[in-house]
């Protein structure tokens, strides 16, 4: 049973900085992508940052690129996102998913809030 487990968030004032995690298990993830995701309070769930599981490379929004870095470690079986540099607008509930390259196959992690103060 495959799990993706997120922990990390809380409350941080603007300006600071707050590290998600992601753990994952139930299969080797070769062959995937990992991202990060947010949805704000009455908005639709947005991409913030990928990476391929087996070569790294890594794609970010617009709005997150130069505060954000998205990382791994295949020993843990963990993504990160390195949020720096927070504001309030990155206020929002941040989800991990992990896609498959060649086929539909995708999972969801449960959600973690951040939220960030003026």
């Known amino acids: 049973q495959v799990q993706l487990v997120e922990s990390g968030g809380g409350l941080v004032q603007a300006g600071g900085s707050l590290r998600l995690s992601c753990a994952a298990s139930g299969r080797t993830f070769s062959g995937y992508v990992m991202g990060w995701f947010r949805q704000a309070p009455g908005k639709e769930r947005e991409f913030v940052a990928s990476i391929t599981w087996s070569g790294g490379s890594t794609l970010y929004a617009d709005s997150v690129k130069d505060r954000f870095t998205i990382s791994k470690d295949n020993a843990k079986n963990t993504v990160y996102l390195q949020m720096n540099s927070l504001k309030p607008e990155d206020t929002a509930v941040y989800y991990c998913?992990?896609?498959?390259?060649?086929?539909?196959?995708?999972?969801w992690g449960q959600g973690t809030q951040v939220t960030v103060s003026s």
């Open positions: 998913k992990a896609r498959a390259v060649v086929t539909p196959t995708s999972y």
